[in-house]
Structure formats: structure tokens, C-alpha cells
């Protein structure tokens, strides 16, 4: 049993602040990691970078670019998603203009790159299975005639996650923990009382008086 | 990006076909791409699969926006269940 009862007990729910970019005039924001939020927020920060009026709708050039933008993102997914509380890990320099103007520039006009996920996991051989496809999560949004607006996303990862139940509660317990990595020294290594990275992200984006104007989200389909 | 940039609705973004990467050079396309796209990627040292119908693999993308105006516009993605309700 990795979890203990006081483990539980130690837990404390969090009001955090969101990671946000700005975007055709608008502001994203997201859920800083461990959720792999700010990955879409550098994919739409490099995006930006391009020359979007020459580009058409679904032009080989555009997906070409998309495609290409995804990798880098994702290979700093891989090296850097973590715990904030319990690893080091730089946001806001992974955020940084003049960071994501470099990493825009290694892009290809022409040639795919070859893109390896460098993040060691739990293997599902080990474990006996892994979740099924279509998962355990769900996106939910509201938004009222005022713009109050929620962006909602509740998960178990697996379907029924670790198929654990709390009896007093009926609330199922997740197992996002085969996403930890067990290479030694990553950020994401799996440690006690540690969070794993996962996929989770409700994001917001608001207009350029600071208004709502989108909330968006998917339960699942990374890549 | 397709409601901001290329001006769709809600709904049109979220039918829009989408790509996954895979390992390496892969990536994977929804069939509605244009070949023309297949072609065009696979020129330029991607491994293309093409994937038919709408499949949950591909996520399902929900979205409320808000106009000027006030109105409400949303999108709910087929590739799961989903729904939009006004109350």
C-alpha cells in the first residue's frame, strides 16, 4: 500500500492561481502543474509567433507548424511537469517571451522532427492493466448572464481510477500515480506525500478589459 | 486558435478535424483533413495514420463564448457525450 491513512489526512484542498498568457488580444489562463497546463500556453505562445494572416485554415503549412509546435512543448512536458511543492521547477522562465521566441525558432518550416517522449512511467506490465480508453473524467462548464463563469474538470483517471472506495463518503480514489516517473532525479519522480504530473486543464480566456469570454476544455485525448 | 484566428463558431472549431502526435514522426489525422494535408505532411518526413470517424481518442472539446453583445455561444464536441443546455 503506498497510501497510509494519515496521508489522507494530511491533505488540504488549494485555491491557486492560474498561469496565464496573452493571446490575440485576449488572456488564456490555466492550472499551473502539476497539471501540464502551461504546455498549452507555450503551443499558443509559439503559435503567435507565426505569420498567422498567411496562413489558411487547415493548409498542410499550418498543421505542419501545429504538429511541430506540439513536440517542443511536449518535450518540456516531459522534462519539466511536476509538484510545485515538491520539486524545482521553472515556471515562469518556461513562460518567459524571449524563451518561447527560441523555442519558436527551432521549429522547421519543412522537415518533421523526431519527437521522443523522455518520460519514464510506470509500465502497465507492471501494474496489470492500464485505464481503458475511455477513461474517467469529465469537463463541465457554466456561465451565467453576468459572465460569472466556471471551468470545471473532475477525474479518476482510469475508469473508476484505483477502484478504491471511501466508505463514508463514496468518493472514488483516482490513480493518476502510474503517471509519475521513475527515473531518478526528474522532477516528477514518484515520492511520498507527492502529487503526480497529470493532464488536467480547465482554462479560461478573458477579453482585453479583463471580462470573460471563453471557457474551454476536453476530459482527455493528449497529443 | 480557429475561433480567434479563423473566425468559426464555437461549434464549427470543435467539429474541426483534428491531429494527435505520436512517437517520433508520427502523427496521426482525422479523415477529414484534406489528403491534400496527408500528402503535404508525409512530404515532410511525417508518418501519417489516418484515423476514420469521430473517435474519443481525440479528446472532446467543450466550449462556452461569450459575444460583446452578451450572448452565449457554445460547442459541444461528438467525439463524447456531451451537451450544451441553456437554463
Sequence with gaps: MLSRAQDFDAHEVEW??????????????????????IVLLQMLSMIETLPLAERSNNSTQLLHERVEVTKLAFADKDRWIADLAMAEMPVAPLLNEQYINGRAAQLSASVAAQYLPRFETISFDDVGEGPAEDGDTIFAMVVDEEGNAVSWIQSLYGSFGSKLVVPETGIVLHNRGVVFSLQEGHPNQVAPGKRPFHTLMSTMITDASDEFEMAIGTPGGSG | MKILVFGM???????????????INGVSLESRLPSAVRAGLSARGHDVEVVYGWTASFGSVQVVQ????????TGADMRREAAAMAY
Design chain 2, 9 to 23: 463558431s464555437p461549434q464549427q472549431a470543435v467539429e474541426s478535424p483534428r491531429f494527435r502526435i505520436g512517437n
Design chain 1, 16 to 37: 491557486g492561481t492560474p498561469a496565464s498568457v496573452q493571446c490575440q488580444g485576449r488572456t488564456v489562463h490555466t492550472v499551473k502543474p502539476n497539471s501540464q497546463g
Design chain 2, 66 to 73: 461569450r459575444l460583446a453583445s452578451g450572448m452565449l455561444r
